[in-house]
């Protein structure tokens, strides 16, 4: 197998017969992006994207119950996220602008904040019945950093958007399908092996013109959103610049109590 320089085991790849699947992998933490995982994302996105024996990258998270619940909060709240991890030029960012190829966000649980995020920078979203999907930004008081205020109007309108991004609402998975954010739902067992079918169907065609028509795709929906990165990287910036640390634990507190109502995961954050 081959290996990729990450630290730790926050993040697993696999490759097999062109397909990478990258694994968030604290199911523990219900796959929270600490700061060692956005490291190895951040590796897996170039080191991925440079290797010939890739072609066509899925996203999942360990276990049955997260995809991936965003930031760490318990690691937030003593080291918060800094600015320059912030926003279209944040190195994660970059990397996802840059990738050249075909991204499947294989949504296996909550998907929630970051997490969302992760996913919606992702080419394709399926999910299991299992998976949910949630913008907590504004209960937690942080702006929206890799993209969420653009590309989730793109994927479900912008009246449908407002209401997942201003409320913290939860989204299932049927709802996700029926507005057109996810391909398909799947039960649990089924996911991964209809990811990979959709990866090989992928990597079936010329693909040259599959990456050229993604670029295209890509090129042509920033044209219309660029400002609004740049205004959304430059809040983030603003929205961290004014964090308070010692306020953070009641709040965290307050948001974890308030979604006890909803689907919202137990354990730590």
């Keep these: 197998m081959k290996r990729y320089p990450l630290a730790g085991d926050s993040l697993l790849i696999d490759v097999f017969d062109k397909i990478a699947t990258v694994t968030l992998n604290r199911p523990c933490q219900h796959n929270a992006l600490s700061r060692e995982l956005r490291g190895n994302l951040l590796i897996a996105l170039q080191a991925l994207d440079d290797d010939d024996d890739v072609a066509v990258i899925i996203f999942t998270g360990a276990g049955d119950k997260a995809f991936s619940v965003g930031a760490d909060l318990k690691e937030f709240e003593v080291a918060p996220l800094q600015p320059e991890e912030m926003g279209v030029d944040c190195p994660i960012m970059q990397a996802f602008e840059k990738l050249r190829k075909p991204t499947i966000a294989a949504i296996n649980g909550y998907a929630v904040t970051g997490g969302f995020e992760l996913a919606v920078n992702c080419d394709i979203l399926v999910a299991s019945t299992n998976a949910s999907f949630a913008d907590t930004h504004a ?86 959103v660029c400002q609004g990165l740049l205004l959304e990287a430059e ?3 603003q929205s961290v610049r004014r964090f308070d640390a010692a306020r953070f634990g009641a709040t965290r507190r307050s948001v974890i109590s308030r979604g006890r109502d909803q689907i919202v995961p137990e354990g730590p954050v």
């Design 139 to 224: 209960r937690v008081g942080v702006v929206p950093a890799w993209g969420l205020t653009q590309y989730l109007a793109m994927l479900i309108g912008p009246v449908r958007a407002r209401y997942l991004s201003f409320t913290g609402n939860y989204l299932d998975a049927a709802t996700a399908k029926d507005w057109g954010m996810v391909l398909d739902v799947l039960a649990p067992g089924e996911l991964m092996p209809y990811c990979r079918k959709l990866a090989r169907d992928i990597i079936g065609c010329d693909p040259r013109t599959v990456r050229d028509v993604r670029a295209a795709m890509r090129v042509g929906l920033h044209q219309t």
């Design 235 to 237: 809040l983030a910036k």
